[in-house]
Structure formats: structure tokens, C-alpha cells
């Protein structure tokens, strides 16, 4: 489906104010999901509560174990190879999901440049069954790396005429038709006949998310029927704060996503740094960053000039005080707080237990 240009920069969609308001912004009075996002580091350096593989997938599922208990709604991992860092998430998602109950279970994101799609949606559905339908699957293209195109060391090259993103896209599309259900080998039993990959989950389909980084990104989102994630980088800078230039991208995608003529109401997802200043610990480790990380800032990542979300940092009022004010926060759904994991479990379940109870409340879309 074809997007009209913005005839002031022919390069990005134009939003189409003839869609209704109702499907461009989230339900009146409703209250935002919150979730955290953990990169998995480990490291042996003085002050690192996870110094290893072993004490960072452990104290992930204490996290997450902890963060149900408080009433948080997401435990969200991202994901990277070659890094100490949380890696492949199955394993790690699926001794989560035998230790809870309630808590949403997702990624942030997958590259899809790595995956088997026919393997990933095999282990894919086998989370998501253990978890009784509650994975939320963000995937993308992929973020910068460590490594020089890690992905021909996994096994995959890219076709010829096809770039990186090309491939990561056709890997996405064999996995959403393997997790819809498609035949996708012939049969050896039944003539003319193609078998699913097993086991299947019902409902996986519509809790897969696509990372967007562009609003032309996050147009061909909804084109797919996808869920939109959106984190503190946009790939483009229009020199807007960067809340409103990510607000802005999520108009598109809703008004899209109603053009597109899908159903249902597509969920967004925003990732902010928040950090409550709420003893001394907490001042000790963040209180110097909060003059400095005030504001957004710019840079050059992929070769794009990007635009940098602030970080969120001080008292737990003025805190809930700037996140009402963020136009995309407002916009989403779901809010994405990243975490310090190497300051461990107690801490990290004490700043969440604070912006739950003190902070959360101001999110409610007004």
C-alpha cells in the first residue's frame, strides 16, 4: 500500500487528518502499562552485582519474579550477540514464564539479520505456550554492533539484490507465516500436502512487535499489522524535542494502521531512563547525571543523524511531573523503563517499586 509524501519533506509519510481521532491516540483515562527493559550485562569490574553469564540470566528471573510481585506489567529483554549481554531470549523467557503469572514477556528487539525464522517460531511458540499467551515479541532489523556483519558468521547472507534489511524483512515474513499456521515443508505422508511447524500458538500473531526507528519504519509497521516499538533513538533528527518527533511517528503509524484497513487496536510501546533519586544510593550512583541528562541530545549512528531521548532523573514528583508532559509517553500504551541490571535485584526492584507507586499514577492519559 502506497503512503502519500509530505510535500515539505518528500523523503517522510504525510499524516492524514481525515482518520479519526479515536484510533490515532490511546483511550481516554487509560492507564499505561509499564514494563522494564534489562540489557542482561555482566562484567567482573568492581561495583557489578551480575559478574557473570550465570548471575545475570539468575537475577533476570528474580527481577522479573520481583517486578510481578510489585505490580509491574513487562519484563522485556533486549537482545545481542557477540556481547556480554543478554543473547538468544527463549530460554531465559520460558524460566520466567514457569516462575509467574500475570507479567507480559517480551524482547526489545530480535535481529531478525540472525534468525532461523522456521527455528524461531518453533521456540517462539513453545515460550509463548509455557507462558500461557503472554510473550510480546519485539523484532527488527537490528541495532548497531561489536562485530562486522555478525550475521554471516550465524549462516545468513543476504540474497542477491537484497541488503541487511531486506533479509531480516524476509526472515520476517517466513516466521509470521510459520507462527499463522502456513504449511511450510511437503508432507511425507500426504501427497501434495505442506505441514506447519509444531507447536503452533494461538494468538502469537498479534503480539509480535516491529522496532521502528523512522516514521517510514513505523508506517510499514502497520502496513504489516505489526505493533509498533519505539525506544530513546529516532534515526532521523527534525529538530523537534525529541517526545514530540516520537509522538509524531506514532500518529503515523495509527493513522496507517486504519489505512491499511487491519483491525483491532495496535499496541506502541515508548522506552524511556528513568531513574528516581530515592536515597543515597540512588544519588550516589545517578544524582550527578541528572543536570547533564536533562536534555536531548544528537549524534551520527548507522549514518544517520539521529536524535537521543533525555533521561528522566531526580525526585519521584518532578519526575511524574516531565514524564505527563512527554508527548510520546502520553501517546503509548506501554512504557518501557530501562534498567541498571549490574546494580542487582534489590535495587533495581526498590527504583521500580518507587516509579509503580509514585510515578505511574501521573501516566494515566488524561
Known amino acids: 500500500m502506497s503512503t502519500p509524501a509530505n510535500p515539505t519533506n518528500p523523503g517522510?509519510?504525510?499524516?492524514?487528518?481525515?482518520?479519526?481521532i479515536s484510533h490515532l491516540e490511546p483511550m481516554r483515562g487509560d492507564e499505561?502499562?509499564?514494563?522494564?527493559?534489562?540489557?542482561?550485562?555482566?562484567?567482573?569490574?568492581?561495583?557489578?552485582?551480575?559478574?557473570?553469564?550465570?548471575?545475570?540470566?539468575?537475577?533476570?528471573?528474580?527481577l522479573a519474579v520481583g517486578a510481578e510481585d510489585i505490580g509491574l506489567?513487562?519484563?522485556?529483554?533486549?537482545?545481542?550477540?557477540?556481547?556480554?549481554?543478554?543473547?538468544?531470549?527463549?530460554?531465559l523467557l520460558s524460566a520466567i514464564a514457569a516462575k509467574t503469572e500475570r507479567i507480559e514477556l517480551g524482547t526489545g528487539v530480535i535481529d531478525m539479520r540472525y534468525e532461523n525464522p522456521?527455528?524461531?517460531?518453533?521456540?517462539?511458540?513453545?515460550?509463548?505456550?509455557?507462558?500461557a499467551g503472554r510473550l510480546q515479541l519485539g523484532v527488527s532489523r537490528g541495532s548497531p554492533e561489536s562485530v562486522i556483519r555478525g550475521f554471516e558468521s550465524f549462516g545468513y547472507y543476504p540474497a542477491e539484490g537484497e541488503n541487511e534489511s531486506d533479509m531480516a524483512r524476509r526472515h520476517l515474513d517466513i516466521f509470521l507465516k510459520a507462527i499463522e499456521g502456513e504449511g511450510m515443508a511437503p508432507s511425507a505422508r500426504v501427497a501434495g500436502k505442506y505441514a506447519p511447524v509444531q507447536p503452533q500458538s494461538p494468538g502469537l500473531r498479534e503480539r509480535i512487535w516491529w522496532g521502528a526507528g523512522t516514521d517510514s519504519t513505523a508506517v510499514w509497521t502497520a502496513q504489516k499489522g505489526l505493533n509498533l516499538m519505539?525506544?530513546?533513538?529516532?534515526l532521523e533528527d527534525k529538530g523537534i524535542p525529541f517526545d514530540q518527533q516520537q509522538a509524531q511517528q506514532i500518529r503515523f503509524f495509527r493513522s496507517e494502521w486504519v489505512k491499511a484497513g487491519n483491525s483491532g487496536v495496535p499496541r506502541v510501546s515508548v522506552s524511556r531512563s528513568v531513574l528516581p533519586i530515592i536515597d543515597e544510593t540512588s544519588?550516589?550512583?545517578?544524582?550527578?547525571?541528572?543536570?547533564?541528562d536533562s536534555q536531548d541530545y544528537t549524534g551520527i549512528i548507522?549514518?544517520?543523524?539521529s536524535r537521543f531521548g533525555r533521561s528522566y532523573i531526580g525526585d519521584p514528583v518532578d519526575i511524574a511531573e516531565e514524564l505527563a508532559r512527554d508527548e510520546a509517553v502520553q501517546a503509548a500504551d506501554t512504557v518501557l523503563l530501562t534498567v541498571p541490571n549490574?546494580?542487582?535485584?534489590?535495587?533495581?526492584?526498590?527504583?521500580?517499586?518507587?516509579?509503580?507507586?509514585?510515578?505511574k499514577p501521573a501516566l494515566t492519559t488524561k
Open 12 to 20: 517522510t509519510p504525510q499524516f492524514d487528518e481525515s482518520i479519526r
Open 32 to 62: 499505561k502499562k509499564l514494563g522494564f527493559l534489562s540489557f542482561g550485562h555482566w562484567a567482573e569490574v568492581p561495583g557489578s552485582r551480575a559478574p557473570s553469564a550465570a548471575e545475570s540470566l539468575h537475577q533476570a528471573i528474580d
Open 73 to 91: 506489567d513487562g519484563a522485556f529483554f533486549r537482545v545481542h550477540h557477540f556481547d556480554q549481554q543478554q543473547a538468544t531470549p527463549y530460554p
Open 118 to 131: 522456521l527455528y524461531m517460531a518453533e521456540l517462539a511458540a513453545m515460550a509463548d505456550l509455557i507462558a
Open 230 to 234: 519505539s525506544s530513546t533513538l529516532m
Open 283 to 292: 544519588a550516589r550512583y545517578f544524582g550527578r547525571r541528572a543536570a547533564e
Open 302 to 305: 548507522d549514518n544517520s543523524f
Open 342 to 359: 549490574q546494580l542487582g535485584v534489590d535495587f533495581n526492584l526498590k527504583m521500580l517499586d518507587a516509579i509503580v507507586k509514585e510515578i
